[in-house]
């Protein structure tokens, strides 16, 4: 079975640019997380979909991100203009449906930095 | 509110060594609790996970966590660690709305 598959794995921009990941969960997997996990800290969540639909984007600092998931299946998670402070990796995750029972399964992340 | 306590930041051990992590949690709710793994460079992967029923937990690797209720933790526990076990360790609690991680131990074994 394929896992959660992100890319690009490294992405380096200078401040006030713009980017974005791209993530593919695993098939039939209904939930979407996307995580930030800034150096030396554990991973924080900035947006969660179920299908198509947002559960949770409460942390998602959306004067500068965006994020979407059409069709339900995969997802972009963007940054415009982009800050020092953004420096982190984005993790994409999935599960098979959302709930306290139901593990997460991680992409391997997107490393970007902010110069 | 929901919060994931790692207590220790660093652990170095010594090869063949046994090894405990911590993880306190605290939650107005009923948790379920995990344990992930990162390796350099990688994303997370689940070691184990504590749902409901018996107290002690195995996983994959050898690893083997136990929920305490009394106490709010969920400490992971080796007997024997190897080198491949250098790896930051992350506790979680899933509430059903999200994870809450803690934020990490990092596990270093010394040959």
């Known amino acids: 079975e394929a896992g959660v598959a992100q890319s690009p794995r490294y992405k380096i921009i200078e401040k006030r640019q713009s980017v974005a990941f791209w993530c593919n969960p695993i098939?039939?997997?209904?939930?979407l997380y996307w995580y930030q996990q800034i150096l030396g800290q554990g991973p924080k969540l900035l947006i969660q979909f179920q299908n198509n639909g947002v559960v949770d984007d409460s942390q998602l600092p959306k004067d500068r991100f965006s994020a979407e998931r059409l069709k339900g299946v995969d997802s972009t998670l963007k940054i415009q203009p982009a800050k020092l402070e953004d420096s982190a990796v984005y993790l994409c995750?999935?599960?098979?449906?959302?709930?306290?029972?139901?593990?997460?399964?991680f992409g391997q992340g997107t490393r970007l930095t902010v110069v | 509110a929901q919060s994931v306590t790692q207590l220790d930041s660093q652990v170095p051990v010594f090869e063949e060594a046994p090894v405990e992590l911590r993880c306190n949690y605290s939650s107005s709710v009923s948790v379920y609790l995990f344990w992930y793994v990162q390796y350099p460079n990688q994303g997370l992967q689940l070691l184990l996970k504590?749902?409901?029923?018996?107290?002690l937990v195995k996983g994959i690797n050898g690893f083997e966590a136990e929920f305490n209720k009394s106490q709010t933790s969920f400490h992971l526990r080796k007997p024997s660690v190897h080198i491949s076990d250098t790896a930051e360790y992350f506790c979680?609690?899933?509430?059903?709305?999200?994870?809450?991680f803690g934020t990490g131990t990092s596990l270093t074994v010394i040959p």
């Open positions: 995750a999935s599960s098979f449906k959302g709930g306290r029972y139901t593990e997460a399964f």
């Open positions: 979680a609690v899933n509430t059903g709305n999200q994870f809450y």
């Open positions: 504590y749902l409901s029923g018996s107290t």
């Open positions: 098939s039939g997997h209904a939930t």
